[in-house]
């Protein structure tokens, strides 16, 4: 059974100093990185790199990355997975026009079994909301079952 405040934990951000996070943490980043360079083709390649189990990897992957400066012109690219229902995108959508983000791209595969997937390109704006409000913001709508920041620039 799993408690109110553990439920509450995983929809949370946090931004801490490097000197706090976890070696294997700063690992996996560094092996992103190296996948995402191209100088590495496999995980497993790029975990035995850095020095750390594929597994390791796996389970991180997709709670780390960089911080970047969130000024004008930084871009991060989400994927969603959500109900294949009328006004939910446009409720997406909507979320982050109020958060005063800008919607650069839009992609959305046909939907099976009544599940789309959609890929966002959006702009953070120097006046933006927080970005980890608008994650969650968007993460809580009614319909949403998934989303993943793909990365920032």
């Known amino acids: ?3 109110q405040y553990m439920d509450e934990k995983k929809d949370r951000y946090y931004l801490i100093k490097e000197r706090a996070v976890p070696d294997v943490l700063l690992k996996v980043i560094e092996a992103k990185r190296l996948l995402d360079s191209g100088k590495t083709d496999s995980i497993l390649d790029a975990a035995e790199a850095v020095g750390i189990s594929r597994s390791s990897f796996y389970k991180y992957k997709d709670d780390i990355m960089p911080f970047h400066d969130a000024g004008r012109g930084k871009t991060i690219n989400v994927m969603l997975s959500m109900d294949d ?3 939910l995108l446009s409720n997406v959508l909507n979320k982050i026009a109020k958060a005063k983000a800008n919607i650069l791209t839009i992609h959305q595969s046909i939907p099976i079994g009544g599940i789309a997937s959609i890929t966002l ?3 953070i704006l120097p006046d933006s909301m927080e970005l980890a409000k608008l994650i969650g913001d968007i993460e809580n709508l009614n319909g949403v079952h998934y989303l993943k920041i ?3 620039e």
Do not use: A, D, Q
């Open 121 to 123: 390109g959006i702009e």
């Open 150 to 152: 793909l990365g920032r």
């Open 85 to 87: 229902e009328p006004g």
């Open 1 to 3: 059974m799993r408690c």
